[in-house]
């Protein structure tokens, strides 16, 4: 009988759900759209019976090792409380763990969904092809998330905010963040930022374009753009690239850790972003001058590497790996 | 017998030594000039002997648990091999606990003296009154120095480098670090950065400061000035509150710690920098306004804590608990 835990990534969009085996085999899936508009608890049924399923096909609840769910935050450790999670509208206070407990009757593992992507590519990704026990993870995706493992295990701080790295501020500065500060890593290096920076450079808004496409702006249509040449767009992931550096220069000169991963769709423009940051490194981190590599982009052991996520889902990955290495992460 | 290990705080200026209980009570102490012009050897031999004196004095060696050395970085760890300290001139290369070792036929271990600071306030000042587990602190004195206990260990990253907070930038666009980074917070939050900022503001270059003083500016000096009412001294001091409530937003959002401490001859200054930095971390850490106290300079356990260093001498103290704890931070 072959071991599995299952895995779930409650995302504002969709919930997906996996059935993996402890070595990050996936033996099952399935996705569905996030029924947000029927309410927390239609979701939560639809968590719980995508759980079931998953369990009668992968083996029966002999072989279940643990059920791990990675949501958005701000969440409650290890309680597993919502508190106004921006991204889940109508959830507020709700304590995930404990219904989905009820559900299932089961225990059941729950992290942020940022916390889960560092914690699957340490474990099944790139921390696991290089061989480092520690790594900090930013996810550029609508936000930014980030979450930081030291010694195999996920740093959580006090409340369960540790690895609010994406509200780090920058530029005192800089634009408003909906977070309350200004200049946050945010405001430049998310989905989100791109888009919004394009436009104020007047990208969409004329048709310099060229490339035939007349649907609103997205991240990939203007690394589409940055990729043909057009100025205007290498400006936007040049100024990404940038607030990733400074960012990582904070993050390296206070933590020292061998390995940075950047993760989420925006980090499909590492080619346009990634010069920028590396110089940004180089330049503002004294720590990373102490260990920098002889070429950025080549592991070398002992010295500090930044480098693209090699999963495309860490975080149901992370998720189903959470119950498996529970005793890894229990602060 | 009474039990003691003995620490050690190797400055640029002066070398103390004192013989401490387990439970931080000194039993003895020596201090003298450190002969940086003599060279490392003259230095190392000045070491030995005040460590020698004091374990004659204290109980002799049956009762000595242990030997603990700080000293300015880099430092290269658990090595104990100092590479360009900067306030160490001529002792790049030195194999500092290898050479203390050979001279003492025992075992020492070393760190650097912001983490020994940090250590020292976690076991015997603030984080012992607090009761917390973790927390990170920040020296300001000549330089910035920062370190970090996690779960009462020190965090020293993979190369021994962790901590290096004071060279975290904050402004893109500030002022030019030895460093080769920009507005990092040593360059707002040091001694030496309250005395550069005075003099670009005209204090000292006029008689308009009336407290009689003849003398060069000092951080002290300028405090007079400050509390007397002058507004250049106060904006000094204004605009280091603003760095390092930046620095510990960075911090917060990254770590979420309980307890975050301010030590060092400049933090003496609390009264004059610590309103705007409170301030500053309210409107720029969204994890901090997570967990606020209702006062900021009352405990509340579970909410995060800012607060000055309790002990004078945390970093010497820090020394002398290393081998006492030594099983809790070997890494």
Redesign the interface.
Known sequence: MQAFSIGVDLGGTNLRAAAVTPEGERLEAVSQPTRLHAGPQTVLDDIAGAVRKLMERSGGADALVGIGVGSPG?LELPAGIL?HPPNLPGFDGLHLRAELERRLGRCVSVDSDANLAAFGEHYLGAGRALGTD?LCMLTLGTGVG?G?V??GRI???????????G??????NGPLCP????GCLEMYASATAIVRRAGQLGLGSDSTEGNGSSGPLSASSIAELATAGDARALQVFDEMG?ALG?SL???I??????LYVIGGGAAAAWPLFAPRMFATVR?????Y???MPDDPVVFQP?R?HIAPAQLSDAGLLGAALLPVHAHDTV?
């Open positions: 701000p508190h520690s980030c930081i030291l010694e740093w959580h701080g006090m409340q369960g905010a540790a690895g609010e790295s509200h780090g501020p920058l530029d005192p977070c309350g500060a200004r940038r400074l220069a904070n993050l000169n206070a933590l020292d850790l061998p330049e503002m981190s004294y720590v001058r102490l260990s002992g500090t602060a």
